[in-house]
């Protein structure tokens, strides 16, 4: 299979339309990639009975990866800081579950910060709670800032994004 830049598949693959590397979309067992201009192949329930622990579940790369992950059969953890964020994405992860089963059966949210051991320890045990055990962990919780050269670069801010981007992870050793 060829991959073309954005440019060059502007106006070749609208979705839905064969051409390039694209199947129609009425083939069976083919979803669309993230890309959203190549259709693939995939297993179905790859991850069936798997449990995963995902931070940072409320934004963006969290809700995605957790509708593929429940999409191939796991259960999933969202944690977040943002309460309001949780919400919105459990409302677009519904569409996720096809079984008809309820999605909080399937999809826990627990509003914490990742950058605190105690919350990330918290939101572990709810997890071990309701699930039993974590196959996998999406250590996803981060933020970002303009850049700005290190030497220009306040302590405080450095410490909050090392806090959030890096140290965070350390909280979920031994759990996963």
């Known amino acids: 299979m060829r991959f073309f830049d954005n440019d060059t598949m502007a106006g070749m693959n609208t979705p839905g339309t064969p051409g390039i590397g694209v199947e129609p979309l009425n083939t069976p067992r083919l979803q669309r990639n993230p890309t959203g201009y190549f259709r693939v192949p995939l297993a179905t329930h790859r991850l069936a009975n798997k449990i995963a622990f995902i931070t940072g579940g409320g934004g963006k790369i969290g809700v995605e990866t957790a509708a593929r992950l429940i999409r191939e059969g796991a ?64 250590l996803n919780a981060g933020v970002s800032y303009p850049a700005t050269p290190l030497l220009e670069t306040a302590e405080d801010r450095y410490d909050e994004v090392m806090g959030i981007n890096v140290k965070s992870g350390m909280s979920c050793r031994g759990y996963a």
């Open 75 to 138: 259960n999933v953890t969202l944690m977040d800081i943002s309460f309001e964020a949780l919400e919105q994405a459990l409302v677009s992860l519904k569409d996720a579950i096809y079984t008809g089963e309820i999605a909080t059966s399937r999809i826990l949210t627990v509003v914490g910060d990742a950058s605190k051991e105690e919350d990330v320890v918290a939101a572990v045990e709810r997890t071990l709670k309701m699930f039993k055990r974590i196959d996998i962990a999406f």
